[in-house]
């Protein structure tokens, strides 16, 4: 049986999408991260798996250096529903009006992320907004395949791992193929975040069942980020930051996954043809481009990408961003996250068995109060400086 264990394994889903057995099912380890879980019983040992793995995928044929743009959707309506500048509607559209086909992340009927395949604009909604959880590719690789050989136009947008996925298991260029990938940070393990529904649930009495998780509701700023829980009777429940266990610790790199701190796929050149994030920053350059309503960053990697942003440009406001200022506030675009220090704590917790709550608590604290002090009588440039060091 092929031994598929790897620390740096995204659980992209390629090996699970190729395997002419159907013998890998991508499981949660047991910190919330889906890994593949080969069935002994029917795996036949051909290492079809093994081949297809992105990691040893290196044929990216991008430019080095991207034209780098920060834009937002004319449509305020469609930004308002959108984490950042709404341009992933934008580019959907335009594959959705060339009778094509849009592949995405949305939450399922558990309130647990997954990607589908979607031809209708109504159905695109459910696929706006980050939703901050590692997302189960399922079959849509093939899909992806099937969509192309039958000349559809196809975009797809993820993770860079899921886009490294998703180019190694198809091993060949296609024309009618269009791949966005996201800025990333990392992707909060599965486990925690079903935690958090649970804690949720109990400190807000939300008996009924939840529909909608907004995690970046854009409630009064853009830069404070709400999270914002619908039920089936219609509820709204909000929770400010300050009260989010969960956005606190992906935000603070806790709960990312082992393969997130270091990613082979946040580097130039970049997987998709065209890389789109939260212009973070945005107010350091400029800060007229900063309505509060939502700012993207967007990288412009290949030939295709030129053309796919050529057919939307005039439906959003851009401005060219020289390369150093987008990237100093931008790392992911070049680099992985450096996980927090006292990751391995906090995961440490959770697995003993403590609340969400109760991990971040013990993690958080775990400077020595003589180190609290010594920050604490720094200027406040130093705190900055060290802030973003940690
Ligand atoms: C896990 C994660 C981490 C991120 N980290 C950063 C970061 O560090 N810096 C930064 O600048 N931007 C980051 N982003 C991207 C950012 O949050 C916005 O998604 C991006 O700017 C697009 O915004 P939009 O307004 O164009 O479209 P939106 O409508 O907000 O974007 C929706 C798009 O995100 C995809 N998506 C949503 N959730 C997931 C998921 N769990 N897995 C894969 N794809 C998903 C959807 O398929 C869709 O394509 C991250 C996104 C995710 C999902």
Redo the contacts with the bound molecule.
Sequence with gaps: MVDLENDLCSGCGACSNICPQCAIEMKEDEKGFLKPNVDGEQCTDCHACKNICPLNYNEVKNFNTPLILSAINNNEQIRLK????????LFSKNILSENGVVF??VWDENMQ?KHIATQSLTELEK?????????HTKNTFKEVREFLLAGKKVLY???PC?IAGLKSFLRKEYDNLYL?D??????PSRKTFEMFKGEICKEKNITEKIININM?SKITDWGKPFTTVVSTENNEYVIPFEQNSFLESFLHNFNIGDSCINCKFNSLPRYGDIT???F?GVDEFDKELNDKK?T??LLINSEKGKNLFEDIKNDCLIREIPFDSAIKF?Q?VVTSSKPNLFRDKFFKNILSGKSLKESMALSRNNYPSVLKMLFKMQPQFVKDIIKRFI
């Design positions: 959108s984490s950042s500048g709404g341009l992933f509607y995405g992340c992320t696929m706006f907004c980050s939703k901050y959880v590692q997302s947008s993820g993770t899921q966005i996201l800025i990333c940070h990392g992707v970046r789109v994030g939260d973070c939502g993207s960053i931008n992911n």
